[in-house]
């Protein structure tokens, strides 16, 4: 079929909304832009400003989602369904501004060059932007998309954030409604698909000199809570071979893990939070908590470095005369993106005139949520030095616009896959 023009118009906005919805952030360097926060809500204004001025209907669902419809062309009939493309607008503390943001920029791009040439296709585009994908707030991650996908649990709605503020009350505060979440829920049998475009957030894009990347999968990731309990004391006056500290415990802990991670092909830990207790200069710590991060590329071999972390924190909590407990408080399953999508994708690409590079991806994603109600597929767009979650993190606007094209394909000759 005959490609869809992305006009220098389109293209200007696409690169020039990166820094404007960067803007909408906390204080403090690079984007901060949480789940039901005033900079939530701000964003959801400019968004779908952009949104209905491509000519989309927009609402905001229950859970803080965002999504505006390019409809079906009217003759398609009245059943038509719908392909959902986007992304997350929520951010970790201090991160880019292309991580979630370019997926949903990219959408709206691609639906401005469709309104362009006055193309309506024959199912909906649904331009989803999810309220929260990285659990920043309040440890949970994907909020947004399980809420689309119709599993999210209740019982999430009663976790607090460091404030101390529940989920259900910070929701109510911002308009949502989290006693209607099931609203949220798209029925797989109006779904066709899923597509995503996200920046790469690793090296292998740029060190082969390629602006995309066909993803073919997603890691496993869960989340744990570690607590060590020692002996607080007098900084001055406990010997040093009589202490029993959480804190000295809790590093040799943090090593430990560190050292089996890096013993093992494909498993990456994290740990990314600690806090001690009583917090004090001059106060042995008596309790520290820490979080720990751990990815594999499946669930055999994320949960063998698990039990291998667990045995070596053991040892150390023994060696240090320490108690030590641990509890999982998040797991996203990873999965594959699905046949027909990859293959689709892969052709928008070669139509490109590129190279079909797949690559695994270790960090989460929507998809993962959305896979439970419809086909997903994804592309990558290369990021410099690949640097994410971070300020610095940087895409060229020629990639994007190389992204938006093969997005447009993909959408343009787009025919429903069947499941597998
Ligand atoms: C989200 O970006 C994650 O992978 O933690
Ligand atoms: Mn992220
Ligand atoms: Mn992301």
Partial sequence: MRPVEL??????????????????????????????????????????????????????????????????????????KAILIGSHHDTVRQGGRYDGAMGVLLAIACVEAL???????????????????????????????????????????????????????????????????????YRPAETLGYVEAHIEQGPVLEQENLPVGLVTGIAVGSRYRFTVEGVPGHAGTVPMAQRRDALTAAAAMVLACEHVARERAEVVATVGRLEVSPGATNVIPG??????????????????????????????????????????????????????????????????????????SGAGHDALALRHIAPVGMLFVRCRDGISHHPDEHAEPADMVTAARVLLRFLADFAPPTRA
């Fill in 7 to 80: 006009s220098e118009r389109v293209i200007r906005a696409l690169v020039g909304r990166h820094e404007e919805l960067a803007r909408i952030s906390e204080p403090g360097p690079g984007v901060t832009r949480l789940f039901a926060t005033s900079e939530h809500l701000q964003a959801i204004e400019l968004l779908r400003d952009w949104m209905q001025t491509a000519g989309m209907t927009t609402r905001v669902d229950a859970a803080g989602n965002l999504v505006g419809r390019w409809a079906a062309d009217p003759a398609a009939g009245g059943n038509a």
């Fill in 115 to 185: 309104a362009a040439a006055g193309r309506r296709l024959d199912f909906h585009v649904d331009v989803v932007c999810f309220s929260d994908e990285e659990g920043t707030r309040y440890g949970t991650s994907l909020i947004g998309s399980r809420a689309i996908a119709g599993v999210l649990e209740e019982a999430v709605l009663d976790w607090k954030d460091a404030g101390g503020v529940r989920m259900r009350d910070a929701m109510s505060r911002a308009g949502f409604a989290p006693e209607r979440l099931a609203t949220c829920a």
């Fill in 287 to 360: 309790a520290v908590t820490f979080t720990l991060d751990l990815r594999a590329p499946d669930e055999p071999r994320q949960s063998a470095a698990l039990e291998a972390m667990v045995i070596a924190v053991e040892r150390v909590a023994r060696e240090r005369m320490v108690a030590v407990r641990h509890e999982a408080y998040y797991r996203a399953d990873g999965c594959e993106m699905d046949t027909a999508m990859r293959a689709a994708l892969a052709r928008a690409i070669e139509a490109e005139g590129l190279p079909v590079r797949e690559l695994f």
